[in-house]
């Protein structure tokens, strides 16, 4: 049994490599959507979608309960400025970058914390150098029973680390 997210990711994929054969921008194909709600003629503004209950993910998202919930980072630079910074250094870090340019989102995929897993790391850069983000493991594990590190929120730490090592890039 193919997962509907597996299955939309390999179609993903296999599109993306066709449009690149082709010679077409990557700005015009879909990048994986994980949490990504495309501006449109209704919704003028990007945004990421909020974290499913029961996943290993965090979000700048204002509705997500503590546990899930990471302010938004900061940049010193505008919009235009910080998207293309971000897009060429963390190309250089053996990261798969994906973007759509007009709604200066990012979507990165680094290693997760299961063996051979991946995480999806959205960023969304708006005005006054805010960037929200989100960051979901695609393999959800159960969280540690405790933390060992000060000041911690129990539960999706490791995400909360990919977030803050990609915050030290921006």
């Known amino acids: 049994m193919i997962l509907p997210g597996v299955a939309a990711r390999a179609a993903l994929a296999t599109i993306t ?4 054969q082709l010679g077409y921008p990557l700005e015009s194909v879909a990048v994986a959507e994980v949490g990504y709600v495309p501006s449109s003629h209704i919704e003028q ?13 965090v979000s ?12 938004p ?21 053996n990261n798969k970058v994906e973007g759509i340019a007009k709604d200066s989102y990012l979507h990165i995929e680094v290693p997760g914390t299961a063996p051979g897993s991946i995480d999806d790391v959205e960023l969304i850069f708006a005005d006054e150098g805010i960037v929200n983000v989100r ?9 540690p029973p405790f933390c060992v590190k000060k000041n911690c929120i129990n539960g999706n730490m490791d995400q909360r680390t990919r ?3 990609i915050s030290r890039v921006l």
């Open 60 to 71: 700048s998202g204002y509705l997500e309960p503590p546990n899930r919930y990471m302010s």
């Open 17 to 20: 490599l066709a449009a690149v």
């Open 163 to 165: 977030v803050e090592e």
């Open 73 to 93: 980072l900061k940049t010193l630079s505008d919009k235009e400025t910080a998207y293309r910074r971000a897009v060429r250094d963390l190309s250089t870090r």
């Open 135 to 143: 960051c979901e493991a695609r393999v959800t594990l159960p969280p």
């Open 45 to 57: 503004i990007p945004r990421l979608k909020s974290c499913e209950p029961n996943t290993n993910c």
